[in-house]
């Protein structure tokens, strides 16, 4: 086990590094770095590299392979960066906005930040995601960043993940996806946003035991990761395990009480079990802490409409017209209210109005039980086939899954 702690003094750091043996609790090495702050990636290489050293690594028959940073510019850039990482977890509309501005600010600060430039691509496609934007004008954004972060680095495995998502969301390309996919955990084996990434993958195709077993293999590579951890809940959501689900949930408001995707999946987990009160609750707190994003919204419309407050639902259905006359929001959102008032025809219309825009929240169609009232519906079993998604749910079994093609 390795310990360690860090303290700082303005441009002083001090590192106390600690390996022990945990079978006796023997202390097998320790060492202190004393160094500037202007060398705090260099740090991180020395000590990767003394730890190997004492376990006297090798790596199939040769000498390790010399350790290469994955970023070795300016201190200051590299901690917008991960203030933007801070607010990009968020899930909120004025959390993804301060992330661009950080991420923006890195870039400005070192043009040549190959994490800043990921973490702006996941900024765009986090708007084209949660239509904050219209699809057309996030993707390409997403694109030209990714492939830039790409270019100054190619075994940063973020922008890797990243255009797994852009050909999973933006480009509906469910082949290509897959490649990437598997592309970004190549690149980096251990990364949790990539094994995440592949779930999702996995999840809107409906091969929902695979997709469990890689959301609980990001989830064990970064446990505090909040949208990994909502992510097994939603697993357990779309495999009926209501309970289980809960339980994962309330592991993330322990994390963080106000996180908007585990109220929402609290909601939803409700509503299954019967608890329309609490369909109703989760729903309202989830528009609140996630500064009203469109999806929410509808999904409350639908909630009251459930519940028989009708009256609410539509004013809901109004707010979302009067948003959409500021600027894009997800048809998605105006299809789950129309859902719940039982207005089927309308909602088939705001799907297809969806499809047409490429609305990303709309890859989860094929698996979505809000959508069950649309399932039997023609029009909609013929978008799932234009999406290259249609077809029964298949087991972690079937040899005939689409990930056998790779």
Known sequence: MLNGSVRRAGDRLRINVELTNVADGYCLWSERFDRQMKDVFAIEDEVASSVVSILKLKMANQDPAPFEPRYTGHPEAYNLYLKGRYYYNKTTVEGFQKAGEFFGKAIAVDPGCAPAYSGLADFHMALGIWSLAEPKEAWPKTRECAM?????????????????????????????????????????????????????????????????????????????????????????????????????????????????????????????MGRLADHVTWLEKAAAGSSGLPIVLGLLGRAYALNGQNDKARELQAKLQAISKQRYTSQVAHALVAIGLGELDSAMQWLQEAFKAHDAILCYAKVFPPYDALREHPRFQEMLRRMGVAGPFRSENDTADVTKKA
């Open 148 to 272: 830039k972060a790409i270019q100054l680095n190619a075994r940063l495995p973020e922008p890797h993940v990243t255009l797994a998502k852009i050909y999973q969301f933006g480009d509906w390309n469910r082949q290509a996806a897959e490649i990437a996919s598997r592309r970004a955990i190549q690149v980096s084996p251990g990364h949790s946003d990539a094994h995440f990434a592949y779930s999702v993958f996995l999840l809107q195709m409906g091969l929902l035991g695979q997709a469990l077993d890689e959301i609980k293999r990001a989830h064990s590579l970064d446990p505090l990761n909040l949208r990994v951890a909502t992510g097994v809940a939603w697993l357990y959501y779309y495999l009926t395990d209501y309970h289980r689900a809960l339980d994962e949930c309330q592991s993330v408001l322990d994390l963080s009480p106000d996180y908007p995707e585990a109220q929402c999946c609290i909601a939803l987990c409700s509503e299954k």
